[in-house]
């Protein structure tokens, strides 16, 4: 049997059209998300990364193409497509907990259930001792768990990442790469997340897509059939190494 | 829009090995006391003029008769009766005012549509000066309660609509997005998100309008009443009585600084969140 696309899309392009003229965006871009696989995608900044998260989270209609979740068009948001933006986005009136609570609040959810689910993703999150803190009072690195395990409480099917770690620093955005993955391997879940740092798509993918500069297309793919479980410590590996390699030369050929 | 800026600059607390703490207290108290001590020297400086017989008793009373007068309207319930009629006044034309104000900002800054065709017309609105369109507001509608409204509405109408149009455009893209990724319906995300993030602003808009508001029903009061703080200005005014000028003044000054507080006061209450933030 045929393992099936959970979100895939087909032939996607688009074009920004803004007083001072068209920007094409994205050409002709055609990827398949299935089960519980990893995806990082890579590509020079301004190729089209955002743009095309975006559609494939419903937010943004493309001009041409389509997207499927599970076989259907998708033509707008939906709960069961998460997503994190670079920026942790939390809101400043709720504290962590009531920030991780949202999605089950927008839902509908029980509030014994609510509380129960909220109380282990705090768990999940590391964030226990947090749980009446308000979002001014975090690093940026807990922040932006918060606005992970927010993405993840009401439990998608998909998950997509658009640069998360991108505003933190170097030291943390490593811990946060590992913490990742050890969220990942409790919620399996279909991911894609954007990033520009080579070693981190590495460490996390199953398969890493590489994008060409504006307009956005697929130039290669890369996979990574490193064990799991992962952690830092294959970073000087000879093998990671030699695929991190791999993908550098597919951004920019020799 | 605040005063927050006109607060004293903090001053620098000594850590604790360089002063104790016994003086650090009495310094603070003594800041207190300031304030209250400079108010009663300019009550000393108007006594002294009053009695200096350059200005005859009813162009410049003395504090002391401008009391006896407020406490003599006091006590036989006539103040309260005009206090009432414009807290009356000022209160509808509040609500009325922030309410239209809040409701046409939430829609100009969620349409373009709306916000091309209505911004003309309500900057137009804004440069026209009330106190110039007050007494064609008395003709058309009536002396009484109406027209104060109607004045005290358009007077706190502005500020409320700019500040509510600052604070919806002001939340992120993608809170917004977020939303729409988790099937928030409208009222859901005017509720979790709109209103909330908008809070701050409105409320500091609510602030400049509840002042506005006094002036607002004094102006009606002024052109043309039968009753109110405003009218017992006007009405001392023309039978020289200066003491009960005086005596309305404070008390609409006073009326004035109550709404202010209570204004303040839902502010911090409402916004308690922005103090747990680190934001002060
Ligand atoms: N809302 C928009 N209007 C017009 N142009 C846009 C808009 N968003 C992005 N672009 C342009 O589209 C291109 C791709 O942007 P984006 O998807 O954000 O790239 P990336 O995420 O890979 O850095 C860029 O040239 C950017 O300037
Ligand atoms: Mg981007």
């Not at chain 1, 590391?126 to 308000?134: D, K, M, Q, S, T």
């Not at chain 2, 406490?71 to 309260?80: I, P, T």
């Not at chain 2, 091309?116 to 009330?130: E, H, M, N, R, S």
Request: net charge positive.
């Amino acid at each position: 049997m045929a393992v099936r696309a959970l979100l895939s899309a087909e032939h996607i392009s688009h074009v920004y059209r803004t007083p001072g003229g068209d920007v094409p965006a994205l050409d002709d871009v055609t990827l398949r998300l299935s089960g519980e696989s990893f995806v990082c995608l890579v590509g020079p900044s301004g190729c089209g990364k955002s743009t095309l998260l975006r559609i494939l989270a419903g937010l943004l209609r493309p001009t041409e193409g389509r997207v499927l979740l599970d076989g259907q068009p998708l033509t707008r948001a939906q709960r069961r497509v998460g997503i994190v933006f670079q920026k942790a986005n939390l809101m400043p009136w709720r504290t962590v907990a009531g920030n991780l609570a949202l999605p089950l609040e927008l839902a509908g959810t029980p509030p014994a259930e609510r509380a129960e689910r909220t109380r282990a993703m705090l768990e999940l999150t590391g964030l226990e001792g947090f749980a009446g803190a308000y979002p001014g009072a975090l690093s940026g690195g807990m922040a932006q768990r918060v606005a992970i395990g927010r993405a993840l409480i009401h439990d998608p099917q998909v998950l997509l990442l658009d640069e998360p770690f991108g505003a933190l620093d170097a030291l943390t955005r490593e811990q946060m790469s590992e913490e990742l993955l050890r969220i990942w391997a409790r919620h399996r879940k279909t991911v894609l997340m954007v990033t520009h740092s080579i070693p981190e798509a590495v460490l996390l993918a199953d398969r890493v897509l590489v994008m060409g500069p504006r307009p956005g297309h697929l130039v290669a793919e890369v996979p990574i059939p490193l064990a799991r479980p992962r952690s830092l410590a294959l970073l000087h590996q000879p093998d990671f190494v030699a695929l991190s390699e791999q993908v550098r030369r597919s951004i920019r050929p020799a | 829009m605040d005063n927050a800026h006109l607060a004293p600059p903090v001053p620098h607390e000594r850590t604790a090995e360089s002063s104790a703490a016994l003086p650090r207290a009495r310094r603070r108290r003594w800041h207190l006391l300031l304030a209250p001590a400079f108010g009663l020297c300019l009550l000393a400086v108007w006594t002294l003029v009053a009695r200096s017989g350059m200005y005859a008793a009813f162009i410049v009373p003395t504090p002391a008769s401008v009391a006896e007068r407020w406490w003599g309207l006091a006590s036989d319930g006539s103040l309260l009766r005009h206090a009432a009629v414009t807290l009356r006044e000022v209160l509808t034309g509040l609500l009325i005012g922030v309410a239209v104000a809040f409701w046409l900002g939430y829609w100009i800054a969620k349409s373009r549509t709306v916000a091309y065709t209505l911004t003309p017309y309500l900057v137009a609105l804004q440069t026209v000066p009330i106190v110039a369109i007050a007494p064609l507001l008395i003709i058309w509608f009536g002396s009484g309660i109406a027209s104060k409204v109607i004045i005290c509405g358009l007077i706190v109408f502005f500020p409320m609509l700019v500040n509510t149009v600052i604070g919806m455009r002001g939340i992120p893209a993608e809170l917004h997005d977020l939303l729409r990724s988790l099937e928030a319906t409208p009222l859901q995300t005017f509720w979790h998100l709109e209103l909330p993030a908008a809070l701050p602003i409105v409320l500091g808009g609510l602030k400049v309008s509840v002042t506005l508001s006094v002036v607002g029903a004094v102006v009606g009061e002024f052109v043309s009443a039968s009753a109110g703080l405003g009218y017992l200005i006007n009405f001392g005014r023309g039978t020289y009585d200066t003491p009960l000028v005086i005596a309305a003044v404070f008390t609409l000054t006073a009326l004035a600084l109550a709404l202010y507080g209570l204004a303040a006061g839902l502010e911090r209450l409402l916004l308690g969140w922005q103090r747990a933030n680190g934001t002060p």
